[in-house]
């Protein structure tokens, strides 16, 4: 989960569109994971989360994907909406852990 | 209640000067976190209070580093002899169940210490 310097990723979408988002997670043993929405100029805020012995979980408008075939994770949104412009975290955590592991981000911008 | 507070929401300091920065968690969680996001990064975690156990100190970068939380409750991260490499900002998260063996303990964050070294 370390970070890749200045040039996060960027995902750019037409307002009404959907946004895929994507994460790569790090530990196999990680059995909880969540989604973080980050405005500028503020902390993290918790979007969705989902439990490994799930592989699906919807929200009202996001939708998180879990394939732990591939250790990987997304976060879908519906319809996005210029006030989703933010930077997405995906974090890991493992039972019988504290620590949450946060990826890089992805910043999503949405186009009016 | 409130959500997590810091303060100040901005620091500036000259090199070589301590900074302390505050953190007041949602009242009632048990788990403290203290990260640090530098400019367009992920977070760092640097430390983690679990109620009355003794703090995991981990991921301090060095040891001009250290936090406390008094009462289980407030915690103030102290960084001594700032360097210019220290600035960025500063999160404070806090849980209700951050435990071992808890998987679903949800962090809410502060909005965080912008900390600039000059």
């Known amino acids: 989960g370390e970070s890749v310097g200045l040039h996060l990723p960027t995902l750019s979408v037409q307002e009404g569109d959907n946004s895929i988002i994507n994460c790569a997670y790090s530990n196999s043993a990680s059995d909880y994971f969540i989604w973080y929405k980050q405005e500028s100029g503020k902390g993290p805020q918790f979007i969705i989360d989902?439990?490994?012995?799930?592989d699906k979980r919807q929200g009202q408008r996001v939708t998180v994907l879990l394939n732990k075939t591939v250790k990987h994770l997304s976060l879908q949104i519906a319809a996005t909406q210029p006030g989703d412009s933010a930077v997405y975290f995906c974090a890991e955590k493992g039972t019988g852990g504290f620590k949450t592991i946060f990826g890089a981000g992805t910043r999503l911008f949405v186009k009016a | 209640g409130a959500g997590v507070s810091q303060s100040p929401s901005n620091k500036v300091t000259e090199k070589g000067k301590d900074v302390e920065l505050r953190c007041d968690p949602i009242?009632?969680?048990?788990?403290l976190y203290w990260y640090r996001q530098s400019l367009g990064q992920g977070l760092e975690f640097l430390i983690y209070?679990?109620?009355?156990?003794?703090?995991?100190k981990s991921g301090l970068p060095s040891d001009r580093f250290s936090a406390e939380r008094t009462g289980g409750s407030v915690s103030t991260l102290t960084i001594q002899r700032t360097q210019q490499e220290d600035s960025a900002v500063y999160l404070c998260?806090?849980?209700?169940?951050?435990?071992?063996?808890?998987?679903?303990?949800?962090?809410?964050f502060g909005p965080g210490t912008r900390l600039t070294v000059l």
């Open positions: 209070f679990q109620g009355n156990s003794a703090p995991d």
């Open positions: 009242s009632g969680h048990t788990a």
């Open positions: 998260a806090s849980s209700y169940k951050g435990r071992s063996g808890s998987a679903t303990d949800t962090q809410y």
């Open positions: 989902i439990r490994s012995n799930m």
